[in-house]
């Protein structure tokens, strides 16, 4: 995907820096991609300006290597455990609630990582100093790309069905009772991020999480 490639953080003034891509032309002087900028001592060529940085492709995928799921189950003398985990590897996508959660936006909430950014010249930090309206400091990068890789406990069911011996005696053709989870967490990369609803390599701001949930029950059959 193509990004801007970011840099570091400028320790003196808290701005962002970013490599420029510069365009790569054949012989007939037409563009056929991007690479980055250096200059002729081999050091690469710095900007803070956005529009100067330019969009280069940085060898990230959206899409995963691997995904499934694993279902298990598991009985002894009445109960059974049952599991199902789902799966993603490999891929990356671009966190734009993270990057959104940054910037300083009036009225919004800030992400808990802000309290890590720029505040003194000399500091060593990758977050820019806190200034509103100021694009450029949080200007799409790949910074801000994260692997999708994921775990996901998507339900843990633990059951106890009652011996045939008990339920002739009650008069009872079948009984069981149960608790189950669903949606019990998802192991990512980072806190909160749901890397599972596309395959565009972006988070959707506006979508649900799955509701968390655990059920306690019985099934009763005469």
């Keep these: 995907m193509p990004l801007r490639k970011y840099y570091d953080i400028d320790p003196t003034d808290g701005a962002t820096r970013f490599h420029v891509w510069e365009d790569v032309k054949d012989e007939n002087g037409v563009i ?20 100067d940085a330019k969009y280069g492709y940085v060898g990230a995928s959206a899409f995963p290597k691997l995904q499934g799921a694993v279902k298990n189950d598991f009985t002894y003398k009445g109960f059974t455990l049952s599991a199902l985990l789902t799966y993603s590897l490999g891929g990356q996508m671009y966190d734009a609630v993270y990057q959104g959660m940054l910037s300083s936006t009036i009225g919004e909430s800030y992400h808990p990582d802000v309290k890590n950014s ?105």
């Excluded at 056929?32 to 529009?51: D, F, H, I, R, W």
């Design 118 to 222: 720029w505040k003194n010249a000399g500091d060593i930090t990758e977050l820019p100093r806190l200034q509103y309206s100021k694009a450029d400091l949080y200007a799409a990068s790949d910074y801000f790309l994260i692997s999708s890789n994921y775990l996901n406990i998507r339900n843990i069911t633990l059951s106890y069905d009652f011996s045939n011996q008990l339920l002739e005696k009650w008069g009872m053709g079948q009984l069981s009772v149960f608790v189950t989870g669903e949606n019990l967490y998802m192991f990512t990369a980072r806190t909160g991020m749901n890397p599972t609803f596309n395959f565009s390599g972006t988070q959707d701001e506006f979508a649900y999480n799955p509701n968390r949930s655990v059920i306690l029950g019985f099934s009763l059959q005469f």
């Design 32 to 51: 056929t991609g991007s690479k980055l900028s250096y200059n002729e001592a081999g050091e690469p060529v710095l900007t803070k300006n956005m529009n």
